[in-house]
């Protein structure tokens, strides 16, 4: 990734306590760094998609839930505790079902019960709870690279690889998690071909994947999601990867709707369908995807192309917004431990757990 594109493609940014999302819903028109103020303007930018993608919204929950208290330094350290408990909660209920939310959100308010624990006061529980917001988002950087290293080796000369959504560097801290390997790969020189499923109905690969790639000068096309099965039967697709929103124990994965119809498509075309993510976003405690609670979201976005209304006033519309892939679909899981691969209940909880 050049440096222009790191400047470009950065979602989240804390600077002198202070938090700005960039706004995703604007791109690829506009650049706005919207700065966050109250906890209930990072609840709504979660779930509007000005912040998006599994690891971004668990960082942007993070740095949402210090936002809720950095001002709180008049109460007890008991009271605190008790409102950084309902922050959490609160925005957790923002999006339910990548579970890097939830995953954040629960490792800052055990982290206040231990430096509470300690007797620490208002303003130290605070200053830790920050420390910690910003390892999250530290950390998500080295493991997004780790998926890059992982991935690499997967890439060759002249491929052709198909995505779905955006699992790039705007979902994550930098470098994203499909993205990684390519990023890698074009850094060594390595030539392939990107294939961006433009992702009805907000549009994420259109919008965003194909922006970001083309920033970083990887070699991109777009195209609508129904033309997948037609590049496949072209042999332009070597390799499918996608990220996640959450992987079940038993390697079941919740993506972007859509993501399961690509995996039907590949497995007819015998073409290896890899699955990016970090360890945030695998759920031992979620035994198989039909137990993972998919987000429902609003019938405007299906009954509206932008502004343009493209469906008839009063029609019934569904809009989840994920859908499961079964595992048996999944040539491997490249995460920052390597490349997971079948048996998925076994080889999950040896690495995870
Ligand atoms: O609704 P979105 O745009 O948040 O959906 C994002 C995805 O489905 C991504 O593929 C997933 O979160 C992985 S991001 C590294």
């Not at 760094?33 to 509007?48: A, M």
């Not at 790969?185 to 109905?201: C, L, M, N, Q």
């Not at 994965?253 to 993510?277: E, R």
Request: hydrophobic share 45%; net charge negative.
């Amino acid at each position: 990734m050049n440096n222009s594109n790191k400047d470009l493609a950065v979602s989240v940014i804390w600077k002198d306590e202070r938090l700005f999302f960039l706004d995703q819903t604007l791109l690829p028109n506009e650049l706005v760094q919207e700065e966050q103020l109250t906890v209930e303007q990072v609840w709504d930018s979660i779930k509007r998609l000005k912040v998006r993608g599994a690891p971004a919204i668990g960082i942007a929950g993070a740095y949402g839930l210090i936002v809720s208290i950095r001002d709180d330094v008049s109460l007890t350290p008991q009271e605190l505790l008790v409102e950084i408990k309902k922050n959490a909660d609160y925005l957790n209920s923002s999006r339910p079902t990548a579970v890097n939310l939830s995953w954040a959100l629960k490792r800052l308010t055990a982290k206040a019960e231990a430096l509470f624990d300690k007797g620490l006061s208002t303003r130290k529980i605070i200053i830790g709870l920050t420390e910690e917001a910003v390892l999250i988002h530290e950390e998500d950087k080295i493991l997004c690279r780790r998926i890059g290293e992982n991935g690499l080796p997967l890439i060759k000369e002249g491929m052709g690889i198909l995505t779905h959504c955006n699992a790039g560097a705007l979902a994550t801290s930098e470098l994203g998690t499909a993205t990684a390997p390519m990023y890698l790969a074009h850094d060594k020189g390595i030539s392939f071909k990107v294939y961006a499923d433009e992702t009805r109905p907000l549009l994420q690969g259109a919008r965003l994947t194909s922006w970001e790639l083309q920033q970083a000068g990887i070699d991109v096309t777009l195209n609508c999601d129904d033309m997948a099965a037609s590049l496949m039967a072209e042999g332009l697709i070597d390799m499918v990867i996608v990220g996640t929103d959450r992987v079940a124990a038993n390697g079941d994965v919740a993506n972007k709707i859509g993501t399961m119809g690509v995996a039907i498509l590949a497995s007819y075309f015998n073409i290896p369908v890899y699955v990016a993510c970090p360890s945030s976003t695998i759920d031992l405690d979620t035994a198989i995807g039909a137990d993972i609670e998919i987000e429902e979201r609003g019938e405007d976005e299906v009954t509206f192309f932008g502004m343009r209304r493209t469906g008839p006033e009063g029609i019934a519309v569904r809009n989840p917004a994920f859908d499961v892939t079964p595992n048996e679909m999944v040539a491997g899981l490249i995460t920052e431990k390597g490349i997971i691969r079948a048996p998925y209940d076994v080889n999950l909880k040896k690495m995870f757990s």
